[in-house]
């Protein structure tokens, strides 16, 4: 996909509900054997269910969870954001697995010379919030040593403004036993 399109979603309001839309067509466009993907399940962003031989109602074997951290939060609602994911991803008495996503979205409208945060500097606070958050105790750990490159930063216009806007992601699952 063009990365302009992209740069363009990321810039608005709906990136969220985009990445959701994305992640659940490329789970449902791959050969799921006896499995398939449901999305919004219990308040769960999408849900891998089984599907039973047998002709039984499909049952949950995976949660998908996603967040996303702005350019323009303050550190402490980026915390909040990320705190907010760990929580929704403890492990749960039924033994259902849970894994996350994080975004992180460096997106602004600002002349250089008023930007507060290079995507650099973005990329390294939130992975230094998101590492501390994850390892304080949570059944998690982050998947990468790094905040991941999924868009790179560059410019899109939005009507007659310029917007600079690149995407940085992560991946939480469970700890090793």
Request: glycine letters at 8%; proline letters at 6%; aromatic letters at 10%.
């Amino acid at each position: 996909m063009d990365p302009s399109i992209i740069r363009t979603v990321f810039a608005g309001a709906a990136a969220e509900q985009w990445f959701n839309a994305e992640l659940f067509r490329h789970i449902a466009s791959t050969e799921l054997k006896g499995l398939t993907v449901y999305p919004e399940v219990g308040k769960r962003d999408l849900a891998v269910l089984v599907v039973p031989a047998d002709g039984g109602p499909p049952y949950p074997e995976l949660f998908v969870e996603v967040k996303l951290v702005y350019y323009n939060y303050r550190g402490s609602t980026r915390d909040a954001k990320i705190a907010k994911l760990v929580e929704q991803m403890k492990p749960r008495r039924d033994g259902i697995r849970c894994i996350g996503f994080l975004l992180g979205i460096y997106a602004h409208y600002e002349r250089p010379e008023d930007v507060r945060e290079s995507f650099a500097s973005f990329r390294r606070d939130v992975y230094t919030r998101a590492k501390r958050i994850v390892d304080d105790g949570s059944a998690f750990r982050l998947a990468k040593p790094t905040m991941e490159t999924f868009v790179p930063e560059g410019a899109v216009r939005i009507g007659d403004r310029l917007a600079h806007v690149g995407v940085v992601a992560q991946y939480l699952v469970p700890k090793s036993k």
